[in-house]
């Protein structure tokens, strides 16, 4: 499910009414959305009323008539560090602490908690000059194990945090993927180009359904997309291109110099892009595999399998998704 749970709008720093980002989601095939406005930040105060359900609540009716399923959310936007956090699945917001003096950012975080929010740690390479900003600091600690932690933004917008990668493996964290959609999505993203769309999180869900979405961020079971781009947990990245992709059985079989070389056909079903490299065996060495679409694969005959890295899906900071194909 093509899911993206951090958006702003006028309610707090965003440009657009949230009628307009319930359009978009509709627009841009979403599954499911949220609103997260800052708790603590209102530009518009003077024009806008400042009420942390409001935005959620004038869109509740439109997202159901456009069968897009909307979670109700908000961003925690404490100092940095630690900097800030969104909230999702949460109840009343109207409770919510505004000032954001650091000594109030523990109770801040666990309003939410106490609500049994799904919680994460936004844009975490944002302010690389503010000491601490991008560092696994005790205070994400303390949150992880009180259980007011559940996921980290490894990609924001058109940042891609890479230390968060291997905090949400190393730590058993869910990998997010959003927009932080200010301005108009078709301002920030030129969708008239080919795979350009907004950053988003897959969520594998089992049905469609909030309890559902729920389940799977609590699993873990998520990779973020941005353009052409993947990232996530290894055993995830991996789900998700088997699901997309099949090597079909050899159609067509040529003998040149006494060695035999076998074609197949490799399938992409899917809206994803991706790229291949060989990284072991006898075979066609570099693969682009366009959204809707197939190739032609050679692999020398009498080989069991082809190894090959998708140079565009991260599964660590320093490691790409690697897969096989058995011959
Ligand atoms: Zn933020
Ligand atoms: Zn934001």
């Known amino acids: 499910m093509k899911c993206d749970f951090h958006t702003h709008t006028v309610f707090s720093d965003g440009l657009v009414w949230p009628n307009i980002r319930a359009q978009e989601a509709w627009e841009e095939g979403l599954d499911a959305m949220a609103l997260t406005e800052h708790i603590e930040y209102h530009p518009h105060k003077d024009y806008v009323e400042v009420n942390h359900n409001r935005s959620h609540e004038l869109i509740e009716n439109l997202s159901k008539r456009n069968n897009v399923l909307l979670i109700k959310g908000t961003e925690i936007t404490r100092q940095t560090p630690p900097g800030h956090f969104n909230a999702i699945f949460i109840g009343d917001a109207s ?15 666990m309003k939410a908690a106490d609500q049994n929010a799904f919680i994460f740690w936004n844009h975490p390479g944002w302010k690389p000059n503010i000491e601490g900003s991008y560092e696994w600091l005790p205070f994400l600690e303390d949150l992880r194990k009180k259980n007011a932690l559940h996921g980290i933004e490894v990609i924001n917008g058109f940042g891609f945090h890479m230390k968060a990668l291997d905090w949400c493996v190393d730590k058993g964290l869910t990998v997010m993927g959003t927009s932080d959609i200010h301005n108009l999505v078709g301002h920030d993203y030129d969708r008239s180009r080919k795979y ?3 950053t988003m999180t897959l969520v594998m869900a089992k049905e469609r359904t909030p309890e559902s979405i729920r389940e799977a961020l609590d699993a873990g079971r998520t990779v973020a997309w941005a353009s052409k781009y993947l990232a996530g947990k290894e055993e995830n990245v991996k789900n998700l291109f088997n699901a997309c992709v099949k090597l079909m059985p050899s159609h067509y079989s040529q003998e040149k110099n006494g060695v035999r070389t076998n074609f197949y056909e490799i399938q992409n079903k899917s809206d994803l892009y991706f790229e291949l490299e060989l990284t072991s065996g006898k075979g066609t060495q570099k693969i682009t595999l366009y959204p809707m679409s197939s190739q032609l694969l050679s692999a020398e005959a009498g080989q069991q399998s082809l190894s090959y890295d998708v140079t565009n899906a991260y599964v660590r900071s320093d490691k790409f998704l690697n897969i096989s194909f058995s011959l």
């Open 95 to 109: 409770s919510y602490i505004e000032d954001n003096v650091s000594e109030k950012d523990w109770k801040a975080v």
């Open 196 to 198: 350009v769309h907004r």
